[in-house]
């Protein structure tokens, strides 16, 4: 995995952010709070520990998109050291044809990937354009080694934030996946990358 600093204030509190795939940290960008917050993504990758945590009073978790399996995956190795876990417009089972993605789109994604088609998929994502060109090859295999990883439903979020308009994890397949577990989603009008509703921190962790 791979880490970034958003906000390193000396608060005592941190959020750990799995981000989505291939959108970096431009989606959270905007939101403000009293917490220091911490970006991880690039999947290929878990076994990684994220020893900043051990320097915090309390720590968040807000997972977004593949970063909710690849939290969950985190934590089996890790464990769960969160306060509170928060999943947006994600699920446990990131390649299902009904409880997430359907796999070959997944794989068709990553073999057709190129620059123009990301744009695209950033576009349809509802997140920010990217800065500068992407390392293509990475992102084509961090697609493929989700489509290897085994479902595992262990992990719990005690919210979950689902947009009704959002054009890559279908909803009624999120729909889905979360009735297996005792956590019903906030419903919510937006695209895949609903975070400019938002201000703060805090309300995302409502």
Not at 78 to 107: E, M, Q
Request: net charge neutral; with cysteine; aromatic share 12%.
């Amino acid at each position: 995995m791979r880490s970034l600093w958003l906000q390193r204030e000396g608060h005592d509190a941190l959020i750990v952010v799995f981000g989505g795939w291939a959108l970096g940290p431009a989606p959270f960008a905007h939101l403000q709070g009293a917490q220091d917050v911490l970006f991880m993504d690039d999947y290929r990758r878990l076994e990684n520990s994220i020893e900043e945590i051990k320097a915090y009073y309390r720590c968040y978790l807000v997972a977004f998109s593949f970063g909710v399996a690849a939290a969950a995956r985190w934590m089996r190795l890790h464990g769960d050291v969160f306060h509170r876990k928060v999943a947006v417009n994600g699920t446990l089972y990131p390649t299902d044809a009904r409880r997430g993605i359907p796999a070959a789109r997944v794989r068709a994604t990553a073999r057709r990937l190129s620059q123009d088609n990301l744009a695209r998929f950033v576009e349809h994502c509802g997140a920010p354009p990217l800065q500068m060109p992407a390392d293509i090859e990475r992102l084509r295999e961090e697609l493929l080694g989700v489509c290897a990883w085994p479902f595992d439903a262990s992990a719990s979020f005690e919210t979950v934030w689902l947009s009704l308009d959002d054009r890559i994890f279908p909803p009624a397949n999120m729909e889905r996946a979360w009735q297996e577990s005792a956590v019903t989603p906030i419903r919510i009008q937006g695209p895949h990358a609903p975070f400019s509703r938002w201000t703060a921190w805090e309300e995302l962790l409502a």
